[in-house]
């Protein structure tokens, strides 16, 4: 097989949650000449850029993703044994993450949460109702490359705009996200917000982007 | 020539006829790939362009065309102010249902308490009955009781169980199952005991509204209860859906040999009428960032295959940010006309 086969092989194994299968193929490339560090960044992620795809569109699920991760997690081990000190691959960044104060809503942003922290995030969740000092408290704490807020309703995400002039005003300079139902691009673009997500998928894209991942 | 058309995020944009008219392709197209369902005919394509070319600010239906139209919260939505979609004019929950009725020419309305969930309803369920006794001395039309299912509120720290999205980021992907499975549950017990002693009052029916935001879980919590009601009551049930596409945070919880996560609305529906549900609502998301011809061909190619597999009658939920409307607080009436003659004679709803 050549190397865009054993990449496949190894993609392909991994979106099927089949952990036996992508061992083997994970030694096959890896016999067949391809850098484990090839293996991490192409095969894996893609295939974990594909799942997400599959969550977004209802042909996935919460648990299957949950699987997804922990075999990932040890390929990417047995493969970065291969690895050479000084060139194992990083943590993507350091994500904290909460639904801001009055708002009770938790299960998007916990959905957002757990796709961060399976994609390759350090994942912070400061939980929902959180006050806003809270997130800076913990984005010092952590050394936060990102800081994402969400919101559900018109009436709370208000909240997203003062804790982007917060952080500001305590001298925070990660990356911010905003997201939720009523919150839009346009939202994020009048609060000064680097980025905004119209879902849970889309939100790791775009976190990898401000990290400079993609 | 430029006509005037909206993001989804209401604001106001300027298209081409051309630019609108791939944007219907792509819509249609869109919702085609994710439900696996038939994208609009040309003609129905062409039919689009025309509503979103019309150069009239409000657009309405032929003659013959006037669908039910329905409220969900209506009830609050005089007395409440712009935080609740409102218009901040101090009417009690009798005086709006009224005023819906008598002065807007609703044909059914929805009574709702203020936090609009089932669970808090509990505690207060004496003060609904009276409420419910009351509405019905002086309404003609059909008034359902409505709340949300909400499985999050069963959930810590706002109720007795683990939060599955905490149980998920620590690994723990069994205690995630676990606890929805319970929640459920509770969720469903809770809907039966609520609606069967404002049912013994003389409630007529039960609006559940945003089933699903939970995820499968809360949908069978609502499937479960609609089961019960109609078994032991003679309450009209209407469900109305939280989003187009029913989210598997649990993933393998079945209904009658059915997988409830990742069901769309011509999938949901079936579903919902195995359970008995006599009215049902779909949902389409309103992409903030894309263009409303794209978001409202998406919405009636998704609602037409809700109609054309459903047995019962389909009342698609329409406004702030779903079914081919913007997501704005109040969106404006050209969208929210062009997305209803759009539902009303492309999509052959019964009922918005």
Redo the contacts between chains.
């Keep these: 097989m050549g190397k865009e086969e054993l990449l496949k092989a190894v993609e392909d194994a991994l979106i099927k949650l089949d952990e036996g299968a992508l061992m083997k193929a994970c030694d096959d490339a890896l016999a067949g000449g391809v850098e484990p560090l090839e293996i991490i960044e192409k095969a894996l992620t893609n295939a974990m850029t594909t799942i997400g795809d599959l969550?977004e569109?209802?042909?996935?699920?919460?648990?299957?993703i949950?699987?997804a991760a922990?075999i990932m997690k040890k390929a990417t081990a047995k493969l970065e044994e291969k690895i050479p000190a000084d060139q194992k691959p990083e943590k993507l960044g350091t994500y904290v993450i909460g639904t801001v104060e009055g708002d009770?809503?938790?299960?998007g942003?916990?959905?957002v949460?757990?796709l961060l922290?399976v994609n390759g995030f350090d994942?912070y969740?400061v939980g929902r109702d959180t006050p806003l000092q809270n997130f800076v408290d913990k984005a010092k704490e952590v050394n936060a490359d990102i800081v994402g807020a969400s919101a559900l309703m018109?009436?709370t995400m208000v909240g997203q705009k003062e804790l982007i002039e917060l952080l500001k005003k305590e001298g925070l300079t990660c990356k911010t996200m905003i997201g939720g139902?009523?919150p839009?691009?346009?939202?994020a673009e009048k609060i000064g917000a680097d980025a905004y997500a119209?879902n849970a998928t889309e939100a790791v894209e775009v976190a990898k982007k401000l990290v400079g991942a993609e | 020539m430029e006509y005037y058309c909206r993001l989804g995020d209401g604001h106001l944009i300027k298209m081409t006829k051309e630019d609108m008219k791939n944007s219907i392709e792509a819509g249609t197209n869109d919702a085609a790939e994710r439900g696996e369902i038939p994208a609009l005919t040309d003609d129905e394509q062409e039919f689009l362009l025309d509503i979103m070319c019309n150069p009239q600010k409000n657009v309405s239906v032929e003659p013959g065309n006037e669908i039910v139209v329905t409220h969900d919260i209506g009830t609050i939505r005089i007395d409440g102010d712009q935080g609740n979609s409102g218009v901040g004019i101090p009417v009690s929950r009798l005086a709006g249902i009224l005023i819906h009725e008598r002065a807007f020419g609703t044909d059914t309305m929805e009574l709702g308490h203020i936090d609009y969930s089932f669970k808090p309803v509990k505690p207060i369920i004496f003060q609904e009955q009276q409420t419910v006794e009351r509405v019905n001395l002086l309404a003609t039309i059909l008034v359902l009781y409505g709340a949300m299912p909400n499985l999050g509120l069963y959930y810590y720290p706002d109720g007795p169980f683990n939060n599955p999205s905490e149980r998920f980021q620590a690994g723990d992907v069994a205690g995630a199952l676990e606890a929805q499975e319970k929640a459920a549950e509770h969720a469903h017990r809770d809907m039966v005991y609520i609606m069967k002693n404002l049912w013994d009052v003389g409630c007529e029916g039960v609006n559940f509204d945003t089933t699903a935001a939970a995820g499968d879980a809360d949908f069978y919590a609502t499937l479960m209860a609609t089961e019960e009601l109609k078994r032991d009551t003679g309450l009209v049930v209407e469900m109305g859906m939280a989003a187009e596409n029913v989210i598997g945070i649990h993933g393998s919880i079945e209904y009658k040999g059915m997988r409830l996560a990742g069901l769309y609305p011509h999938e949901q529906v079936k579903v919902a009428e195995k359970a008995g549900v006599d009215v049902f609502g779909p949902v389409v998301n309103t992409n903030t960032s894309r263009d409303m011809a794209w978001n409202m061909a998406r919405a009636v190619t998704f609602v037409k295959a809700c109609v054309e597999a459903s047995d019962i009658p389909i009342h698609v939920n329409m406004g702030m940010g779903v079914g081919g409307t913007p997501m704005f607080e109040t969106p404006a009436t050209d969208m929210v006309t062009r997305a209803s003659k759009a539902m009303a004679e492309v999509a052959k709803v019964d009922g918005i």
């Design positions: 969550f569109k209802g042909k996935m699920f919460l648990p299957q949950m699987v922990d009770v809503h938790d299960i942003k916990g959905v949460a757990t922290k994942v969740d018109t009436t139902a009523a839009t691009a346009r939202w119209e």
